[in-house]
C-alpha cells in the first residue's frame, strides 16, 4: 500500500523532531523518555528503592528512565498488550492487567512489596473521529486509576496521560477524591499541539 501523505509527514516530522534524535543518542527506546524526565526533575517522583509499575510499558522509555533511578534496591515492573524487548532492571508481564490471571502474576512477582509509583503513558490507536478518540483515552485513563487505587500503598503517588476534552474535568475531580494533591504537567517533550497532559496526584489517601 502506497504511504499516504498523512503518515509521510508524521514521518518526516518524526525523524526531524529533536527528542526522538536525542533519544537514539542515549539509548533511550522511545522520546517518551524525556516527558518522564522532565516531570521527575520538577517533582522528585523516583527515588531509589522504590517499587515502580509501569502500565503500557511498551516500547519501554518509562521503565528504562524508573529502572535507572530506582537502581539495584527498587524494583520496576512493566505491564503491556504488547512484548517488551527485554530491558536492563526492568521485570515485564505481557498481557491485560485487568484480568485476573494477569493481576496474580503481579501479585506474585511483588510478594508483598508495596507499590510506591504507578505511571502511564498509554494512549489508544488514533481513528481519527475526536470524539471516539477522547472517550477511549479517558477509558485507558479511568482503568489506570482503578488499578492505581487497588495497588499503590497508602500516601503513594499516580502518574498518568490524559487528553484535555469530554470527560476530563470528572475525571480531575474524582482523582482529588482520592489523592491529597494533583498537579497537571505540560512537558517540552510533549507536542504543542497535542492536547495530552500529565496529572501527578501524590499522597493516595488511605
Do not use: C
Not at 25 to 42: F, H, M, P, T, V
Not at 46 to 60: C, H, N
Not at 115 to 140: E, F, H, K
Amino acid at each position: 500500500m502506497k504511504p499516504s501523505k498523512t503518515s509521510k509527514q508524521w514521518m518526516r516530522e518524526h525523524l526531524n523532531d529533536p527528542f526522538v534524535q536525542q533519544a537514539q543518542k542515549d539509548g533511550y527506546r522511545s522520546r517518551a523518555a524525556y516527558k518522564l524526565l522532565e516531570i521527575n526533575d520538577k517533582d522528585q517522583l523516583l527515588k531509589p528503592g522504590m517499587v515502580v509499575v509501569d502500565l503500557g510499558a511498551t516500547p519501554g522509555g518509562w521503565s528504562q528512565v524508573a529502572a535507572r533511578i530506582v537502581g539495584e534496591r527498587g524494583r520496576v515492573v512493566g505491564l503491556d498488550l504488547l512484548p517488551l524487548e527485554p530491558l536492563r532492571g526492568v521485570e515485564f508481564i505481557q498481557g491485560d492487567f485487568r484480568e485476573e490471571a494477569v493481576l496474580k502474576e503481579l501479585e506474585n512477582l511483588l510478594q508483598g512489596q508495596p507499590v510506591g509509583l504507578v505511571i502511564s503513558d498509554m494512549a489508544p490507536n488514533i481513528s481519527g473521529v475526536a470524539t471516539a478518540d477522547q472517550a477511549r483515552a479517558m477509558y485507558l485513563a479511568e482503568l489506570a486509576m482503578d488499578f492505581a487505587l487497588d495497588w499503590l500503598e497508602p500516601q503513594g503517588s499516580f502518574l498518568v496521560k490524559v487528553f484535555q476534552g469530554a470527560g476530563f474535568t470528572e475525571y480531575l475531580e474524582l482523582m482529588r477524591q482520592h489523592f491529597q494533591r494533583v498537579a497537571t504537567r505540560k512537558p517540552k517533550a510533549s507536542r504543542d499541539r497535542s492536547s495530552e497532559l500529565y496529572l501527578l496526584a501524590t499522597g493516595k489517601r488511605g
